[in-house]
C-alpha cells in the first residue's frame, strides 16, 4: 500500500495560466474525490469519480475547472485562467465503494497552489 | 445537504490535561461520522469512525469519540494529551449511502504545551 500521491507538491503561477494536477489513488481503491482547503477552514467536496465516471460535481467547481479520470486509474484537476481566489490546497482522497464507512478516505498529500 | 460544526478554533493545554473537542452536525438522515487529524506537514490520517453500533468508539493513540444523536453530537476526547497531539484535528460527515462524500467542520487546531 503506497498511500495516495499527487504531482506537484506546490505549485506557483501567475493569474491567467493553465495548471494541472495529479493525482494517483491507491490502487484497489475504484473512488477518487477531489476537495480543496483554504486558510481556517476544513476541505470542501469538489468532485468525485467511480472508477472513470465523475459521477457528482460541486457548485464550487466553475466552468473554468475539469477533471478527469482516464481508465478509472490516477486522475488531473486542470484549472484554466487561474485567479487569486484558486490559491489553496487541492486534496485527493480514494475509497473502495462502500468502505467509506468501514475504512473511511485515503487522502493523499496536496498540491498547495499559489496564483500570483 | 449536511453541515458540520466544529466551535473550538484554537484550544492551548498542558501535557497531560483532559481534551475535549466538540463537533454537532446537521442531516436529517442516518449519517456515518468521522475524526481526522492533521499533524504539521503531513496530510490528514482518520483518526476514528463511527458508523453504527456502540456510540462510545475508540480509536488510534487513545482518543475516543461518543456519538450521541439526540445532540447531533460526535465530540471527541482524550483523557491526557501528550505534546505529540499538537494538530489541526477535524470533523467529518457522510449520509449513510450514496457517493460517501464528506462533509468537514472547519477544524481546531490544538497546541499542547510542554
Known amino acids: 500500500d503506497t498511500g495516495v500521491s499527487q504531482d506537484p507538491r506546490h505549485k506557483i503561477t501567475k493569474r491567467g495560466q493553465n495548471v494541472t494536477f495529479r493525482c494517483d489513488p491507491i490502487s484497489e481503491h475504484n473512488r477518487l474525490y477531489w476537495y480543496r482547503q483554504t486558510l481556517g477552514q476544513g476541505p470542501e467536496f469538489l468532485t468525485y469519480f467511480q472508477n472513470e465516471a465523475q459521477l457528482e460535481k460541486s457548485r464550487l467547481l466553475s466552468d473554468r475547472f475539469s477533471a478527469e479520470r482516464p481508465k478509472g486509474s490516477f486522475s488531473t484537476l486542470e484549472i484554466q485562467r487561474t485567479e487569486q481566489g484558486d490559491s489553496a490546497m487541492y486534496l485527493c482522497?480514494?475509497?473502495?465503494?462502500?468502505?467509506?464507512?468501514?475504512?473511511?478516505?485515503?487522502f493523499g498529500p496536496g498540491t498547495r497552489l499559489t496564483v500570483t | 445537504a449536511q453541515s458540520v460544526s466544529q466551535h473550538n478554533h484554537h484550544v492551548i493545554l498542558s501535557e497531560a490535561a483532559s481534551l475535549e473537542l466538540g463537533c454537532n452536525y446537521s442531516?436529517?438522515?442516518?449519517?456515518?461520522l468521522f475524526w481526522y487529524v492533521q499533524y504539521p506537514g503531513q496530510h490528514l490520517q482518520l483518526l476514528l469512525k463511527?458508523?453504527?453500533?456502540?456510540?462510545l468508539v475508540k480509536g488510534i493513540k487513545g482518543f475516543e469519540a461518543e456519538f450521541i444523536k439526540s445532540k447531533f453530537s460526535f465530540n471527541l476526547r482524550k483523557p491526557s494529551v501528550q505534546w505529540s497531539d499538537t494538530a489541526e484535528y477535524f470533523c467529518a460527515v457522510t449520509p449513510n449511502f450514496g457517493n460517501e462524500k464528506l462533509t468537514f467542520g472547519t477544524g481546531t487546531r490544538l497546541t499542547i504545551i510542554p
Open positions: 442531516y436529517g438522515g442516518t449519517v456515518n
Open positions: 482522497a480514494s475509497s473502495l465503494e462502500g468502505g467509506v464507512s468501514f475504512f473511511g478516505q485515503y
Open positions: 463511527y458508523f453504527s453500533g456502540d456510540p
